[in-house]
Nanobody, 115 residues
Framework: QVQFVESGGGLVQPGGSLRLSCAAS????????MGWYRQAPGKQRELVAV???????NYADSVKGRFTISRDNAKNTVYLQMNSLKPEDTAVYYC?????????WGQGTQVTVSS
């Protein structure tokens, strides 16, 4: 059974930093792209960042230069380092993995940026 354990969300002041983690069950995930989406209240879910099995990355324009996605295949874990956070980054963040049969999702972790 595919499972993800997300952690690292919370409340942070504008300009602060957080690091999200998403640990996947099973070593199979090292062969596939993984990433993060986010969904703010009343808005559609949007792609934040993606990393391929080979380590290539892509980011939404709104987070370029502030967020960094990385992965540790030995730990079956993908990370999202978020710096210079803004109130508009407030959302539930979901990790995902694109396996051949379908996309799998984590349960989501809340990030709130507020003073």
């Amino acid at each position: 059974q595919v499972q993800f354990v997300e952690s690292g969300g919370g409340l942070v002041q504008p300009g602060g930093s957080l690091r999200l983690s998403c640990a996947a069950s099973g070593s199979i995930f090292r062969f596939y792209a993984m990433g993060w989406y986010r969904q703010a209240p009343g808005k559609q879910r949007e792609l934040v960042a993606v990393i391929t099995s080979g380590g290539s990355t892509n980011y939404a324009d709104s987070v370029k230069g502030r967020f960094t996605i990385s992965r540790d295949n030995a730990k079956n874990t993908v990370y999202l380092q978020m710096n210079s956070l803004k109130p508009e980054d407030t959302a539930v963040y979901y990790c995902y993995a694109d396996l051949p049969e379908r996309r799998y999702w984590g349960q989501g972790t809340q990030v709130t940026v507020s003073s």
